[in-house]
């Protein structure tokens, strides 16, 4: 097929080349998607923690009171972090903000 040595080298090389880079695009598209995956489990771990420290919190509501019960737990979600710059918020069941990183937002619902 290939009449000199250095032909057939080439061809080689040229398609150990070409195997090299698909098999790095297929890595970094790995390594990609583990990572995105990584980062979903992780929030969901953070999201479910947060949950267990506010049902906690809804636990003792009757030896604390709702409104302290209420404003502690909020306290204790807004003081969560996770990386650099997250932060956890809190919702009511009609997805109103009733607490974010920077202030409690609470009035009785309407």
């Known amino acids: 097929m290939f009449k000199t040595v250095k032909a057939q080298f080439m061809?080689?090389?040229?398609?150990?080349a070409i195997?090299?880079?698909?098999?790095?695009?297929?890595?970094?598209?790995?390594?990609?998607q583990t990572l995105t995956e990584q980062a979903v489990r992780d929030t969901r771990q953070l999201a479910q923690s947060a949950a267990r420290l506010v049902e906690s919190y809804e636990a003792?509501?009757?030896?604390?009171?709702?409104?302290?019960?209420?404003?502690?737990?909020?306290?204790a979600v807004?003081?969560?972090?996770?990386g650099e710059d997250g932060y956890f918020?809190?919702?009511?069941?009609?997805?109103?903000?009733?607490?974010?990183?920077?202030?409690a937002i609470w009035s009785a619902p309407a």
Do not use: K
């Open 78 to 82: 807004m003081a969560m972090r996770f």
């Open 19 to 32: 195997g090299i880079v698909l098999m790095t695009i297929w890595a970094l598209f790995n390594l990609g």
């Open 60 to 75: 003792q509501a009757a030896t604390l009171g709702e409104d302290e019960a209420r404003r502690r737990a909020m306290a």
């Open 11 to 16: 061809v080689m090389v040229g398609a150990a």
């Open 89 to 103: 918020f809190v919702t009511d069941e009609r997805f109103t903000y009733r607490a974010t990183r920077f202030a």
